[in-house]
T-cell receptor, first 116, second 112 residues
Framework: DAGVIQSPRHEVTEMGQEVTLRCKPI?????LFWYRQTMMRGLELLIY????????DSGMPEDRFSAKMPNASFSTLKIQPSEPRDSAVYFC??????????????FGPGTRLTVL | RKEVEQDPGPFNVPEGATVAFNCTYS??????FFWYRQDCRKEPKLLMS???SGNEDGRFTAQLNRASQYISLLIRDSKLSDSATYLC?????????????FGTGTRLQVTL
């Protein structure tokens, strides 16, 4: 069974460039989550979707960040323009029954982003 | 005050030791509680859910004290393979059940 798939696994870019991170959730899962992890702040929820609809984007740092989920099997997180402080590991996770307490979230391997 | 607070460690223990991690959370309306494990440069993975009555999974025991807003994880007979960061995780109140809040983690290093 394929887990959550993320691409690219590593991204190095220069400040000001656009970065697009991609995620394919586990087939049949209804909810998708984007997280960011840094040493200083730990793992932070950026945005999550239920049935392809954004439910809570209060964790998105600023307007430079945007996320889309055009269908049940694909989501993107875009940073434009990127800044050095965006350097982090970005995880995508999915769950079967989003909105249900106790539902397990399964994480992808993450994208390690470095902005120079 | 952070929503979920953990001692960052590291906890360095010899193989076979018993080690306990603690966690406190600030939102009394939280409904679900978990421990996740994260290996170095890997993604977090669910270790176990935490129930009010306490629950055990092999060498791992989790406890929840709602009155004190306190969660614990006990690992008995530590193995080298238990070396990882353990994340305390709490979900939101009704209406935000999907929203998980992660502690910054407690790092465990088990040595020979």
């Amino acid at each position: 069974d394929a887990g959550v798939i993320q691409s690219p696994r590593h991204e190095v870019t220069e400040m000001g460039q656009e970065v697009t991170l991609r995620c394919k959730p586990i087939s049949g899962h209804n909810s998708l989550f984007w997280y960011r992890q840094t040493m200083m702040r730990g793992l932070e929820l950026l945005i999550y979707f239920n049935n392809n609809v954004p439910i809570d984007d209060s964790g998105m740092p600023e307007d430079r960040f945007s996320a889309k989920m055009p269908n049940a099997s694909f989501s993107t997180l875009k940073i434009q323009p990127s800044e050095p402080r965006d350097s982090a590991v970005y995880f995508c996770a999915s769950s079967l029954r989003g909105g249900v307490a106790g539902d397990t979230q399964y994480f992808g391997p993450g994208t390690r982003l470095t902005v120079l | 005050r952070k929503e979920v607070e953990q001692d960052p460690g590291p906890f360095n223990v010899p193989e076979g030791a018993t080690v306990a991690f603690n966690c406190t959370y600030s939102n009394s309306a939280s409904q679900s509680f978990f421990w996740y494990r994260q290996d170095c440069r890997k993604e977090p993975k669910l270790l176990m859910s935490v129930y009010s009555s306490g629950n055990e999974d092999g060498r791992f025991t989790a406890q929840l004290n709602r009155a004190s807003q306190y969660i614990s994880l006990l690992i008995r007979d530590s193995k080298l393979s238990d070396s990882a960061t353990y994340l305390c995780v709490v979900n939101g109140p009704t209406g935000t059940a999907s929203k998980l809040t992660f502690g910054t983690g407690t790092r465990l290093q088990v040595t020979l």
